[in-house]
């Protein structure tokens, strides 16, 4: 991470476990500065904390519990758990503050910390710089007294409260019955509640990425390495498949014939049959910068439209909340139904295009493409140190290519805010033409890092 006087990336504080930013000191220290500034009011605060399943989560979680505890805050420990469950509890148990432990899609050696204000939202710019402030400047004459410190506790059958609120996003009267379904849960988050979901839904399942130990979230399973997936969707003859990533907030799918939808052909799915139900709001959805011109073609021919963010669910969710929209999200499959979530939720959109099979009665491969996508290619280069994208044969690099692609095309170079690389995306009608246009790109970009 490269942004070294700031905590906070594009979602919540990420980086390598007992490394800073994550480490136990640091961790303490959020806590605290989290607590002080949502500690108000005579009641008795309270925070809500859950965690996927990485090893780092024993370091962190009681390195903020401490943390909370010593502001006065009661804290809520619910354990393994989707990071929208974390949202929706935070929300309906009144909570001050949510928490989620997680790096999303990163490898195990990673970990995060997502804050979620008391409306299941994730925080804003002003609140996250708050919070720094009072890490930068010290807490030690803002602890609680001794009379008034916070007390831990468990909360029990929080699978149920979650596996509950997921089934009444699916319409009234339907099942899944006679369905076939893969569910790749990444040995993460959701690899308990999200097979029962399905199963009580009346799907026959198939579970895979179920056996977390620590260490092999995200590792050759989830929405970051699809192919398990698509492979156990033609093992087993299923009708669906459904990859998530290590908290659960994303998924890509995979139809009858074990080929791969993306979150742009999702999104579009649902923004037609809600447009259709009445039920669309804002006109059309928002995405990403990364989201597919195609898409943009597609619901513009279809009387809808398209708007674009930055890349992050935060500033999707912030631009729908302004604007009136309920559906948004990104192409990576992190979609946001805000008719029944505040943020994205793998499983919840997964069931929503569970729902327009059941309702059509139609295939998975005949109903999930909606559109023709342009060729576009999306290549990172990881670099150690300095700021290559500001040299200047980068930057005449860059000028060359969105020459070479034209009005046709599309180029978008972007520093991570998750990991040190810079992803480079381009698009356009000539396949030949994205990928070396990608490829010399990236080659300057590694030389100018070098």
């Known amino acids: 991470m490269k942004k070294k006087n700031k905590l906070f990336g594009t979602d919540g504080i990420r980086g390598p476990a007992n490394r800073e930013p994550m480490t136990a000191e640091t961790a303490l220290k959020v806590g605290m500065a989290a607590g002080l500034h949502f500690r108000h009011g005579r009641h008795r605060n309270r925070v809500l904390i859950g965690k996927d399943t ?246 513009n021919a279809s009387g809808l439209r398209l708007e674009r963010t930055r890349v992050g669910d935060r500033y999707v969710v912030e631009h729908m909340r302004e604007h009136g929209f309920n559906v948004g999200g990104e192409q990576s499959g992190h979609i946001i139904l805000s008719d029944y979530i505040t943020t994205g939720d793998g499983l919840i959109s997964a069931l929503q295009v569970l729902a327009v099979i059941v309702e059509t009665g139609r295939r998975a491969s005949e109903v999930c493409r909606v559109f023709e996508p342009l060729p576009q290619l999306l290549k990172n280069v990881r670099y150690e140190d300095g700021r290559p994208l500001e040299s200047e044969i980068v930057i005449q690099a860059i000028a060359e290519g969105e020459k070479r692609l034209g009005e046709n095309g599309r180029l978008l170079i972007r520093e991570s805010g998750t990991e040190p690389v810079i992803r480079v995306m381009a698009e356009g009608e000539d396949e030949d033409l994205v990928g070396a246009v990608v490829d010399e790109i990236c080659g300057v970009i590694r030389s100018a890092a070098a």
């Open 54 to 299: 990485r090893l780092s989560g024993y370091l962190l979680e009681p390195a903020l519990t401490a943390g909370f505890i010593s502001m006065g805050m009661d804290v809520i420990l619910v354990g393994p758990m989707p990071t929208p469950a974390i949202a929706m509890l935070t929300r309906s148990m009144r909570c001050d503050l949510g928490v989620m432990l997680s790096a999303s899609h990163n490898p195990f050696e990673d970990n995060g910390i997502k804050l979620f204000g008391p409306d299941g939202y994730k925080l804003s710019d002003k609140v996250e710089r708050a919070i720094e402030g009072h890490v930068a400047n010290g807490m030690g004459s803002k602890l609680s007294a001794s009379s008034e410190i916070g007390r831990a506790r468990r909360l029990e059958d929080v699978q149920g409260r979650y596996t509950e609120f997921v089934k009444h996003t699916f319409p009234k009267g339907r099942t899944l019955d006679g369905l076939r379904v893969v569910i790749d849960c990444a040995n993460g988050a959701a690899y308990k509640v999200a097979p029962e979901v399905l199963w009580e839904l009346g799907a026959e399942v198939f579970p895979i990425g179920v056996t977390p130990d620590g260490i092999n979230i995200n590792r050759k399973c989830g929405s970051t390495a699809p192919e398990a997936m698509c492979d156990a969707v033609i093992e087993y003859r299923a009708d669906f498949g459904i990859a998530l990533d290590g908290d659960a907030d994303r998924a890509l799918i995979a139809d009858e014939t074990g080929k791969l939808i993306d979150g742009d052909q999702l999104m579009a799915l649902i923004a037609r049959h809600w447009a259709a139900s009445g039920q669309l709001k804002g006109g059309g959805l928002v995405a990403t910068v990364m989201s597919n011109l195609g898409l943009e073609r597609y619901l």
